[in-house]
């Protein structure tokens, strides 16, 4: 005790000693003013404690004891105190771990950065660490420059951040500015009709060329300018391949890399690539009367082919279209043929005999026109397999006819089949509707109908097919989806449905669900689409032609109906009250051809179903119409249930049950079924673990000689 109160109560203090805390207040108010404000309320509280040290120590050279005690208390809390904040302050920079699953790299490397930032703030020792007398104070600075240092790696990972967002947002923007076709599209169909022309030339005309030398001499610059805009168009065409959009995933791809990978993977790639190499090069060394060379261009065959498999499709006339594809492929091949046998005269030499090509010598067979068209008649008379021409000489003359009059049968062959069915299929519906007509003239003769009614009945079918109204919708419309069939029939028949009062306001999915269950039906002159009395089941909307309200004796008329109107709509209801009941209340009868649409009661009740709402409001209009023409008996309408709705109710619920029963012996069999299978299974199960244990187990006959033994 009293070295230490002499230590302290030394009474010539040296200046150094007395120094040191000024100089390190005034270096780690400079450090501490440079870093952020996270800092301030630490600095704040160890600036007060640096002033209360001081003081301790200025008092404690007088020897006092007891006031130093104080101020180590002190330097602890403030330590303390640091070493909350510090810890504190890196809890709230720990990243959320539920945030490492989606940018787990980034902030990995965020945190590694501020790790190592630390370790190496940490590992800097101060150089005169025996000197100092400020260990705590120097230990809060360098706590604020790591947080200082933080910082910064903050707002680096904030730029990194908003120059990745930059650099997505332009790759979405060359995204939407890159040019991408449309597989479907009429710009796609106007760019095949453009290359399907360069295709179509190269494949008629370069084997042409290259066969008739005056074709090829005498319009040679032509050749040359159409040559080389063919290539021209093949290189653009290429272009617009890698720009030609696929579906993935029922979206349409955009993206310039996966187009080009999908183009480099298909067969279409590498063909381009080989019509495109430039042959024709070649020409400098040969002679530029060698169209041959450029033989590779027609290799690009599969854009034709596509071209007329688009206008196929598009076309209103495809049956036509068949028929004339059908004739042009014949007439390349006749042509190509013409001009083989041209070649192979050319080589075996003009009038060497009966087979070839005359002598040219002869100005009637030296013409161009001549040379070609006696080598196109000579091919078709040969593929056509009519063989009037002069029989072969030599053995490659009979070998080239033989192959002709093979590939002769198979072109005869597929004319006559392609044609007859091309045929078939314009005259099917022709030819169905005609089956009908045979069959009910033989059922009337039969029966022995009377001859009006037959007549009647025939000019009925001839309305129907003289107006094209022989068609089944519900026929020609199965195979298209629901929701495709319900956008066309909204498309013809909504318009005439809305007309109809008590629909009106409905709700849409309503009037989709009735579009879809109205029939076309038509009715001939003196027809009457319902009497006086009748029991209503459907209601008819009139498309085109007229009805007449007629009398009882049918003559007298009271009221003519026309496109647009309607009836029958309240007696499908089944409103409770009305005096007219279900029953019809006139005599309606066509005047002349009429089209109507029908809907049924049973349709609309059953699209009623899932609409209660709709139904309700549907009875409340229709309670409406009868209070104003007075054909309702408000007694009635407000007394109980209807027992006909009850007996409705009564049968539904026993069509279900029946259902249910059905459903259930269906059940109960396949259970019985199910638990003799597993009743079989056990019992072979138990027989082949009797089998086992009767058997003596492997091991047993080596410890028998053992036990002997013992």
């Not at 109204?469 to 449905?497: C, F, G, Q, R, S």
């Not at 009271?558 to 007696?571: A, K, P």
Request: net charge neutral; with cysteine.
């Amino acid at each position: 005790m009293a070295k230490i109160n002499t230590e302290y109560s030394y009474s010539n203090p040296t200046p150094p000693a007395v120094r040191t805390p000024d100089r390190d207040l005034d270096h780690l108010e400079n450090s501490l003013s440079r870093t952020h404000s996270p800092c301030k309320e630490t600095w704040s509280g160890l600036k007060q404690g640096i002033a209360m040290d001081t003081r301790g120590r200025a008092e404690s050279r007088r020897g006092s004891f007891t006031r130093q005690e104080p101020a180590r208390l002190w330097r602890l809390i403030v330590s303390l105190h640091v070493w909350a904040s510090r810890h504190l302050h890196h809890r709230e920079q720990r990243p959320d771990p539920f945030l490492e699953r989606f940018h787990g790299t980034e902030l990995k490397e965020v945190s590694s950065q501020e790790s190592n930032a630390q370790s190496n703030v940490g590992s800097q020792k101060p150089p005169d660490r025996e000197r100092s007398s400020w260990p705590l104070a120097k230990n809060n600075a360098n706590t604020c420059n790591n947080s200082g240092k933080d910082d910064k790696a903050r707002k680096e990972e904030k730029e990194k951040k908003e120059e990745e967002r930059k650099e997505n947002r332009l790759k979405q923007e060359e995204k939407k500015d890159t040019i991408v076709v449309d597989p479907s599209s009429n710009v796609y169909y106007r760019w095949l009709t453009v290359i399907a022309l360069p295709v179509f030339y190269n494949w008629c005309l370069l084997v042409c060329r290259a066969c008739f030398d005056e074709l090829q001499s005498e319009y040679l610059v032509l050749w040359l300018v159409l040559d080389y805009m063919a290539d021209v168009l093949y290189g653009l065409d290429v272009l617009v391949r890698t720009r030609t959009g696929f579906l993935e995933q029922g979206l349409m791809v955009r993206d310039i890399a996966k187009l080009w990978q999908h183009y480099t993977k298909t067969l279409h790639f590498k063909l381009d690539m080989f019509s495109l190499i430039p042959t024709d090069l070649a020409y400098f060394k040969l002679g530029i009367n060698y169209p041959e060379l450029r033989f590779n261009r027609l290799l690009k065959f599969s854009r034709l082919f596509e071209f007329f498999d688009r206008t196929e499709t598009r076309t209103n006339y495809p049956n036509v279209f068949r028929i004339g594809n059908l004739v042009l492929y014949i007439l390349v091949i006749i042509h190509w043929n013409a001009c083989i046998y041209f070649a192979i005269s050319k080589f075996i030499g003009f009038g060497t005999d009966s087979w070839v090509y005359p002598n040219i010598s002869n100005p009637e067979y030296g013409r161009l026109s001549r040379k070609y068209i006696y080598s196109l008649y000579w091919s078709t008379l040969t593929l056509t397999t009519i063989g009037e021409t002069p029989p072969p000489v030599k053995d490659e003359e009979y070998l080239f006819v033989v192959i002709d009059f093979l590939v002769g049968v198979l072109i005869f062959a597929t004319i006559v089949g392609n044609v007859g069915s091309m045929i078939s299929n314009m005259n099917a519906s022709r030819a169905e509707f005609q089956a009908k007509i045979d069959s009910i003239k033989q059922y009337m003769q039969f029966r022995k109908v009377s001859k009006d009614l037959e007549t009647r009945v025939i000019r009925w079918f001839d309305y129907l097919w003289a107006n094209r109204k022989t068609v089944d919708e519900k026929e020609v419309l199965k195979n298209l989806p629901d929701k495709l069939k319900a956008e066309i029939a909204i498309n013809v028949h909504l318009d005439t449905l809305k007309k109809v009062r008590i629909f009106q306001d409905c709700e849409a999915g309503l009037l989709v669900e009735l579009v879809l269950k109205l029939r076309p039906t038509v009715f001939s002159p003196g027809d009457y689409i319902c009497k006086k009395g009748d029991i209503g089941r459907e209601m008819y909307i009139i498309k085109e032609g007229k009805l007449a309200v007629v009398a009882d004796d049918g003559i007298t008329q009271f009221v003519v109906l026309s496109d647009g109107s309607y009836f029958g709509e309240i007696s499908i209801l089944n409103i409770k009250g009305s005096k007219s009941g279900n029953r019809r209340t006139a005599n309606i009868r066509s005047i002349g051809y009429s089209d109507l649409f029908c809907l049924s009661k049973d349709d609309l009740m059953e699209a009623l179903t899932e609409y209660p709402d709709a139904k309700k409001a549907l009875e409340e209009k229709g309670r409406q119409i009868l209070m104003k023409d007075n054909l309702i008996d408000e007694d009635l309408a407000n007394a109980g249930a209807d027992p006909k709705d009850i007996e409705e109710k009564v049968e539904h619920l026993e069509s279900s049950l029946d259902t249910l029963q059905t459903r259930f012996a269906q059940l109960l069999a396949e259970y019985n079924a199910s638990q003799m299978k597993v009743k079989q299974r056990l019992s072979q199960l138990e027989s082949q673990m009797k089998l086992r244990g009767s058997s003596p187990l492997p091991y047993e006959g080596a410890l028998e000689p053992e036990t002997k033994q013992q």
